[in-house]
């Protein structure tokens, strides 16, 4: 679940699971794969910064494997 922000200051919990798309219009529209539309006082940036912290959390960090020198 990540925390966000309506524009009437109330908090509110999503599950990062069923978000489909993060867009601005100009504000920042989350749509779920429900068909649920919530507009939030967050920048997409930061709702994206959310969801990628919560997946980090859950999956674990995966290392970036780079070219072995030999």
Same mark, same amino acid.
């Not at 919990?13 to 939030?40: H, R, W, Y």
């Given at each position: 679940?990540?925390?966000? &922000?309506?524009?009437?200051?109330?908090?509110?919990?999503?599950?990062? !699971?069923? @978000?489909?798309?993060?867009? *601005?219009?100009?504000?920042?529209?989350?749509?779920?794969? &429900?068909?649920?539309?919530?507009?939030?006082?967050?920048?997409?940036? !930061?709702? @994206?910064?959310?969801?990628? *912290?919560?997946?980090?959390?859950?999956?674990?960090?995966?290392?970036?494997?780079?070219?072995?020198?030999?």
């Amino acid at each position: 679940m990540i925390k966000v &922000t309506r524009f009437d200051r109330s908090e509110l919990q999503i599950n990062a !699971e069923l @978000i489909e798309f993060v867009e *601005a219009t100009p504000d920042t529209v989350i749509s779920t794969t &429900t068909g649920k539309k919530i507009v939030v006082r967050e920048s997409v940036d !930061e709702v @994206i910064k959310r969801i990628v *912290a919560y997946r980090r959390q859950v999956y674990g960090a995966r290392p970036i494997r780079g070219r072995r020198s030999s």
